[in-house]
């Protein structure tokens, strides 16, 4: 009887199967890296409303952070300060600058300032701001080096395992209290006592189960 | 199997396992004919039928999707409704094939060759339509991937300590399993198909199936190993598989789920209803497919002694479970118990146990065990009452839950309604395929359980050929 398939299609079950891995495996790791906010999200810099530099308000200036983000401390939230907190200085300091002609108008209409927002949780996560700065957390550890910045850029993922990764293991990233805002803090070289140290006086006991942060 | 050497090659027997006398030539022409010959009308229509009730169930997801699990009848407390329910039924009806094919095949029992073949089939079609219920049933499609233990960006895991996770790897595990089950058995019989094709599609299609097939004693040799080997995988399936079912709710602290009986119960349960489902199908497609030669009386006798054992078992359970509930002294388990019995349910405790216990005692009787009307009727009948039986467990148990203000009295939707007749629309969609494209005989193993298969069988059955002592 005759060959129906050509003698080349003996090799198409190891073909298939390797393809088939390939796929598979190929499949689930384009996802796990293209799909992660490590990918999509970091480096994520929009054009806001006024060209605002943190770079020379809180770098070259020296700023603290809390001066503009008063609440901080104490909310749970680390708040875009009002155009009244531009107008604190503005009205003496370069009131005419071209650059400032947005502030000064939303100053005389009453009309907000629309930023856009560039660290944005997704509203089934539960973040406090207070609750981190109180146990030594520093602005860095999550939003870089702000004061380097001339336009914000989101450096961190703020994925769920990059908060987990935190919440299991803070000790890199506890720092004395007055040191929150020191954007060029580094861990000295006894941190490790010191955060062992700190964890017990601060009661830090970083939460881990699904309701810390989904309420 | 051996033939007395009494029996003369023309003499009709009922002991012997397959009817007719077919020599090895006519095995081949009966079975392989039936998927050989131009379509028939009647197949058709059927086909079209059932494939727009599989249609109307795609058409139904795709609304689910869009608009979320409120189109069925669920409302807190009863977050469990007839998705779930008809799960356990699907994964029930599958047990059937999976025991003929893997215990039947271990303990040799060689009446099994006829039958083993569609039982596989509608496991692994049950096994599908079972398999989608889960899956719609979980709300937020789009996430679905959260219950395999894949790596992403969230350090998540799926939960390894909860029985719903155990379920999609016992199901995957069931399925690939059997898959690979039938479709082994299936190579020696494609292959046939492959040799009588006669237009070059069909050689190319059944040659690409067949994997090479030659029939060469070293093929005939592996095809034993792997089968015994798989045979050997698949059997403790047929108990794990419901026993892991089971543990949805027995895992859970509800009273009337959480029973230490509910693994064996569940087992039982699932090769009553499996069989049960063999029987409607073989029935059906002995009558129209023309093998009453090959699934004999014999076959519908023994497959009705399971039922009836099975029958028992299932029996045993619902009493022992009542027993239980009272003996335990604890007030909401029997509360659980009498209210399914006495509740507002208790017309669907009484279907299932009028069903399930009272109808199959039948098959005590000799006369009743053969006769076809009978045991088509049974069979319907226990599928009915097996489904109930689910219904039961998941719906009365949720729906008197611990706090008697939430109580309400669960109503299906034209969709939980929908979903059902669906699923039977595309079990039976994949079946009348089944049918029209494979032989739904395994030809091979047949051909090994004549009489002609015995190496002394010339010996005393001259057959055109001199006997050679």
């Known amino acids: 009887m005759a060959q129906i398939f050509p003698k080349w299609t003996n090799r198409l079950p190891l073909i298939m199967a390797l393809g088939g891995l390939l796929v598979v495996g190929g499949g689930v790791g384009f996802f796990w890296y293209y799909g992660s906010p490590k990918y999509l999200e970091v480096g994520y810099r929009p054009e806001q409303p006024v060209p605002y530099s943190h770079k020379l308000h809180a770098g070259d200036l020296g700023i603290d952070c809390r001066y503009c983000h008063n609440f901080a401390e104490v909310s749970h939230e680390a708040n875009v300060p009002p155009v009244q907190t531009c107008m604190n200085c503005h009205t003496l300091i370069k009131p005419n600058s071209e650059k400032l002609a947005a502030v000064q108008e939303s100053w005389a209409t009453g009309r907000p300032l629309q930023w856009i927002r560039v660290h944005k949780l997704p509203e089934y996560a539960y973040f406090d701001h207070s609750a981190h700065l109180r146990a030594g957390v520093g602005c860095a550890s999550c939003h870089g080096n702000v004061a380097e910045m001339e336009k914000v850029t989101k450096v961190e993922p703020m994925s769920m395992g990059w908060c987990l990764d935190c919440h299991r293991d803070p000790d890199m990233h506890l720092r004395p209290l007055d040191q929150i805002t020191n954007m060029k803090w580094v861990p000295p070289p006894n941190q490790l006592e010191f955060a062992a140290k700190v964890k017990k006086e601060r009661n830090i006991l970083p939460p881990e189960n699904c309701s810390a942060c989904h309420r | ?469």
Not at chain 2, 29 to 44: D, L
């Open chain 2, 1 to 469: 199997m051996k033939a007395s050497a009494e029996t003369t090659a023309l003499q009709v027997d009922d002991g012997q396992l397959i009817q007719g006398n077919p020599t090895f030539h006519t095995v081949s022409e009966s079975i392989s004919r039936i998927v050989e010959v131009k379509t028939t009308k009647a197949w058709y229509v059927l086909f079209g039928f059932f494939s727009s009730l599989a249609l109307m169930f795609v058409v139904m997801i795709g609304y689910l999707f869009w608009e979320g699990t409120g189109i069925w009848g669920l409302q807190i407390p009863v977050a469990w409704g007839w998705a779930i329910v008809n799960f356990v039924f699907w994964v029930g009806i599958g047990h059937a094939g999976t025991l003929i094919s893997a215990i039947l095949f271990l303990l040799r029992q060689p009446w099994r060759t006829s039958i083993n073949r569609f039982a596989e089939a509608m496991t692994i079609f049950a096994v599908i339509c079972a398999g989608t219920f889960p899956g719609i049933h979980v709300g937020r499609v789009w996430v679905a991937y959260y219950m395999f233990p894949l790596p992403n960006q969230m350090s998540m895991w799926p939960n390894f300590r909860s029985p719903l996770l155990w379920d999609v790897f016992a199901v995957g595990t069931y399925f690939t399993v059997s898959l690979l089950f039938w479709y082994t058995g299936l190579i020696p019989d494609l292959a046939t198909l492959r040799d009588r094709a006669k237009s070059k599609i069909r050689k190319a299609v059944y040659g690409a199936f067949a994997l090479g097939w030659r029939g060469s004693h070293r093929n005939w040799q592996h095809y034993e190993l792997a089968y015994l080997l798989l045979a050997g995988l698949a059997t403790p399936l047929v108990l794990s598989v419901h026993s892991v079912v089971s543990f949805d709710f027995a895992v859970s602290n509800l009273p009337g789920w959480h029973t230490t009986i509910f693994p064996p119960y569940f087992v039982a349960g699932a090769i009553f209803s499996g069989f049960a489902m063999v029987m409607t199908l073989a029935l059906i497609a002995r009558k129209v497919y023309n093998v009453e030669n090959f699934i004999t009386m014999r076959h519908l006798e023994n497959m009705n002694k399971i039922i009836l054992v099975t029958s028992l078992m299932v029996g045993y359970a619902y009493s022992i479970e009542l027993f239980i509930a009272w003996y335990s002294g604890n007030p909401f388990e029997r509360f659980a118990f009498w209210n399914r019995a006495t509740g507002p349910y208790a017309w669907a405790y009484w279907t299932m146990v009028f069903c399930n216990v009272v109808v199959p005692q039948v098959f005590w009787s000799r006369r009743m065990r053969r006769n076809i009307p009978v045991m088509f009727v049974v069979s319907i009948l226990v599928n009915i009452g097996m489904w109930f039986e689910r219904f039961v467990i998941v719906v009365s148990t949720l729906a008197n839950d611990f706090l008697p203000s939430s109580w309400h009295y669960f109503k299906p939707t034209i969709f939980d309604v929908g979903m059902l007749i669906g699923s039977f629309g595309l079990f039976f969609t994949l079946f009348l395929l089944f049918l029209r494209f494979l032989p739904m005989i395994a030809m091979a193993e047949v051909k090994a359980v004549l009489p002609q298969a015995d190496p002394h069988y010339y010996e005393h059955h001259g057959n055109g050929k001199e006997a050679s002592v």
